[in-house]
């Protein structure tokens, strides 16, 4: 369902409403609801390849998939793009791009969770009803994983 942002705005008004996770990336959209909320509001991307733009449009920060195999490539992107530094923020960013793609090459989180079993962070066990990641997809999420500098 989604949630339009003069919605969003008014509610925003709430004291118990803090913060919202916003993963419709149609042009306008954002800066539009970025004007509808307090200015206080934290206003957060859902999507990880768009994330930096966003930021660009008065977003906080990301509720990131990505950074679950690379954290601090995606804390530095985003403390580089709310510092306002958008240069070093993209040249970041670029290094993460065959991630934010490839961790959804199959259901999330079957990519993520091979990358970190292949990274040592976790078991290669998953539960039902997830499925191992395919042997055809795994050398797309360990190209995107070299590029950004966290395969082993």
Same mark, same amino acid.
């Given at each position: 369902?989604d949630?339009?942002? /003069?919605? $969003?705005?008014? @509610?925003?008004?709430?004291?118990?409403?803090?913060?919202i996770?916003? %993963? &419709? !990336?149609?042009?306008?959209r954002?800066?539009?609801?970025?004007?509808?909320?307090?200015?206080?509001?934290?206003?957060l991307?859902? /999507?990880? $390849?768009?994330? @930096?733009?966003?930021i660009?449009?008065?977003?906080?920060?990301?509720? %990131? &998939? !990505?950074?679950?195999?690379?954290?601090?490539?995606?804390?530095?992107v985003?403390?580089a793009g709310?510092?306002?530094?958008?240069?070093?923020?993209?040249?970041?960013?670029?290094?993460?791009?065959?991630?934010?793609?490839?961790?959804?090459?199959?259901?999330?989180?079957?990519?993520?969770?091979?990358?970190l079993?292949?990274?040592?962070?976790?078991g290669?066990?998953?539960?039902?009803?997830?499925?191992?990641?395919?042997?055809?997809?795994?050398?797309?999420?360990?190209?995107?994983?070299?590029a950004?500098?966290?395969?082993?």
């Amino acid at each position: 369902m989604d949630l339009k942002p /003069e919605t $969003a705005g008014r @509610l925003s008004q709430l004291p118990g409403i803090v913060a919202i996770k916003e %993963s &419709v !990336t149609e042009a306008g959209r954002t800066r539009a609801l970025v004007d509808a909320c307090r200015k206080d509001f934290c206003i957060l991307s859902g /999507e990880d $390849a768009v994330a @930096l733009h966003l930021i660009r449009e008065g977003t906080r920060g990301v509720i %990131s &998939v !990505t950074a679950n195999v690379a954290p601090r490539g995606v804390a530095d992107v985003m403390a580089a793009g709310l510092r306002g530094d958008f240069a070093a923020a993209e040249s970041l960013d670029a290094s993460l791009a065959g991630l934010h793609r490839d961790l959804f090459i199959e259901s999330n989180p079957i990519p993520t969770k091979w990358a970190l079993a292949r990274m040592g962070l976790m078991g290669e066990g998953i539960r039902l009803p997830l499925t191992p990641l395919s042997p055809a997809a795994q050398p797309a999420v360990l190209a995107a994983m070299r590029a950004a500098g966290v395969a082993v």
